[in-house]
């Protein structure tokens, strides 16, 4: 593959979600990354679902989410002839990625030290559940554990007493993302200064680290934030709201675009209790009831007509299925194309950065194409690798 980490190698040893998107995303800047899986069932999430696709129903799709642009190998760890292959791997490799808990690599014999004296440039990038040392960095970390402990769930859902999960697993997700970003950063500096570095992050560094103003409302404001349901915690009007046929949302960010809403809804922008989001919070339930009255004479397509034109944010609230029809959706390239060696040709969602070249004379142009790869089967490519593995000691 070509992109920005061409070159680049990738030995991925973790499992499940949060170090295989890490890699992931590592893989679609151009890396090449070889994944190990135990050849017993390999990767856990293999197991995941359903749904399960394939002529024998046994392919997850949950597995087909995290793994794109990858080779696999399957490895057993514990074996004296695996770890001499790990070791291999290891010097030929940039970064190596692990999500065990706490002291597990250790114990297989792969110490940072150790890793270190193999290669002393490579990168690490360790992921566990709330952090490798404090008095609680031992415990195992699981998406939803880490959202209720990390505030997340106490923040979404219809009210303060009834907490809600997000619904992707989205502690993992921005671990690998957090993690991904942390290795490009070592990477970079691995330029100036010829040797690696480990990178830490963790499920609970992923989400107390996206807390932003909810954060510094304790912080800072001393209050403790709750769920406010579909609405934002400190806009008002910001949020989704019930029409003729449904709902849609409408973010009215600032008093300019507050008056353009209200002066579609025939609502007096400027009385007292919404003068001003300040005031417009305070009173935002009178706030949501006169709108939705308004909002109540119209089906969804007609108000997001009126309040596109009248160019305020606004929009639908999609199923996934709508989501990957849209064509915005797939004008971005977050739809791709693989061919699988099963399934044949497959969608996946796609990568969520583009890289293009440009200013050219006539605007910017796309960067050379990224062909991705499928996921793999189950050790599918060790031939392959060991080949590559011998070419590179040669």
């Not at 799709?61 to 695996?82: C, M, P, V, W």
């Not at 859902?157 to 997000?166: A, E, F, L």
């Not at 400027?270 to 300040?278: F, G, L």
């Amino acid at each position: 593959m070509s992109g920005p980490l061409g070159g680049i190698v990738v030995l991925d040893l973790s499992r499940a979600l949060a170090g295989p998107h890490a890699a992931q995303m590592l893989g679609d800047l151009g890396a090449r990354v070889i994944k190990v899986e135990h050849p017993d069932g390999g990767d856990e999430s293999r197991g995941w679902g359903p749904p399960f696709v394939g002529p024998d129903h046994d392919i997850s799709t949950y597995f087909l989410a995290a793994n794109r642009n990858k080779q696999s190998i399957a490895i057993d760890l514990k074996s004296a002839e695996g770890k001499r292959l790990v070791e291999r791997l290891v010097r030929q490799s940039d970064v190596l990625i692990e999500n065990f808990r706490t002291g597990v690599l250790d114990r297989l014999g792969f110490s940072v030290e150790r890793l270190h004296e193999l290669n002393p440039r490579l990168v690490i990038l360790s992921i566990t559940g709330f952090g490798h040392d404090g008095p609680e960095g031992g415990r195992p970390g699981y998406d939803q554990i880490a959202q209720g402990e990390a505030g997340l769930m106490s923040l979404t859902g219809p009210s303060p007493d009834q907490p809600y999960r997000v619904g992707a697993s989205i502690a993992d997700l921005l671990a690998g993302i957090h993690g991904a970003y942390g290795v490009a950063g070592a990477l970079y500096e691995r330029e100036r200064t010829g040797k690696g570095r480990v990178v830490r992050t963790s499920l609970l560094a992923a989400v107390t680290g996206v807390h932003s103003y909810h954060g510094t409302a304790w912080t800072v404001g001393g209050q403790v934030p709750g769920a406010n349901g579909n609405h934002h915690a400190s806009i008002a009007p910001y949020g989704a709201f019930h029409c003729a046929d449904g709902m849609l949302q409408i973010a009215a960010a600032n008093d300019g675009q507050w008056k353009k809403v209200a002066a579609l809804l025939d609502i007096d922008p400027n009385m007292a209790k919404y003068a001003t989001n300040r005031e417009r919070f305070a009173h935002r339930d009178e706030l949501i009831a006169d709108m939705e009255k308004a909002l109540a004479a119209h089906d969804r397509g007609h108000w997001l007509a009126r309040l596109g034109e009248a160019g305020v944010p606004a929009g639908a609230i999609r199923s996934i299925d709508e989501v990957y029809s849209w064509d915005q959706t797939r004008s971005q390239g977050l739809v791709i194309e693989v061919d699988h060696p099963v399934l044949g040709r497959i969608e996946l969602p796609g990568p969520p950065l583009r890289f293009e070249d440009g200013p050219a004379e006539n605007g910017p142009e796309d960067g050379p194409e990224v062909v991705h790869t499928a996921p793999p089967a189950l050790g599918q490519d060790g031939d392959a690798v060991l080949g590559w593995l011998e070419e590179r000691e040669g």
